[in-house]
């Protein structure tokens, strides 16, 4: 069930527990309260599977807490800090994210402050249980989805944005109609990158449905992958990301 709360009435219990969590500090909300009305939030929708108390919400990680809200803008995601976050301000992962954004990755970033990013709401499942169900979907569907994730994490490569959590990424990519990239607080721009790298190991050699994508996707030989992504990570280059391509059979 859905409950639609104005953020006035965030102060309140039961709400205060989810914009300040885990620690209830009344002085937080209020000021927390305030950050909202500059970002033009109007109310929280407290729905979704992952429960804080009896309240629903989209997501809860080691550093935040995510609801859907409702904005001037419409209904967004509204990532908040939690108040015992290893880190003091949302502005970091804004930056990486907007980077991201530049080329057309990540959810759209709509506005941030130190407690609170606010941005594009994605509707879709997480990339572990698209997997799961891979066998009822339409190979040229499968294609499209792998093929674009791939593009992707190319396109971050080449600007040297690394996402910095992509070796496990069942948490980390939501697919919608298209798959969707998400939380940029490990990324980071003095690393080498390795999104691309990380990926293809994710989905066809180490991760939990690997066997079976190769299977569908008709590659027999896991050899070719392991050498096509060697040769990705010495050259880096068109040439080599379209190799990898023709191996996988994406073509
Ligand atoms: N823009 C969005 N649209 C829809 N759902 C989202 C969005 N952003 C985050 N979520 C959901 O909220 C969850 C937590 O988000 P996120 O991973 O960014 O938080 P986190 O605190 O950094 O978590 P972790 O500690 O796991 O890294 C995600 O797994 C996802 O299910
Ligand atoms: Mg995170």
Redesign the pocket.
């Known amino acids: 069930m859905s409950e639609s709360v104005k953020i006035d009435d965030l102060v309140k219990e039961p709400y205060l527990k989810v914009i300040c969590y885990p620690m209830i500090d009344f002085n937080i909300a209020i000021k927390r309260v305030d950050e909202l009305k500059s970002l033009k939030v109007n109310s929280i929708l407290f729905e979704g599977r ?1 429960k804080i108390d009896k309240l629903g ?10 609801v ?1 809200a409702s904005t001037s803008f419409g209904i ?2 509204l ?1 908040i800090r ?1 108040t015992d ?1 290893n880190r003091l301000s949302m502005k970091r992962e804004a930056k990486m994210q907007s980077m991201a954004n530049s080329i057309g990755v990540g ?1 759209k970033l709509f506005d941030a402050t130190d407690d609170f990013l606010l ?6 499942c ?1 990339i572990i249980e698209w997997l799961k169900r891979i066998e009822e979907y339409k190979i040229e569907r499968i294609r499209r989805v792998v093929k674009e994730l791939l593009d992707q994490c190319y396109r971050m490569d080449k600007l040297n944005l690394d996402h910095g ?1 992509l070796s496990d990424p069942s ?2 990519v ?1 697919i919608s109609e298209n798959p ?1 990239i ?5 990324s980071s721009v003095s690393r080498r990158v390795s999104n691309l790298t990380k990926i293809v190991q994710y989905l066809f050699i180490g991760g939990p449905m690997a066997k079976k994508l190769m299977q569908i996707l008709g590659i027999e030989d896991r050899k070719m992958i392991i050498e096509s992504i060697r040769n990705y990570k010495r050259e880096k280059d068109l040439t080599s990301y379209l190799r990898l391509f023709e191996i996988l059979n994406l073509e």
């Open positions: 992952t919400v989209i997501g809860k990680g080691c550093v935040s807490v995510v859907k967004l995601a990532k939690r976050a959810p941005m594009e709401f994605i509707e879709g997480s959590e948490k980390h939501i969707v998400i939380d940029f607080e490990s």
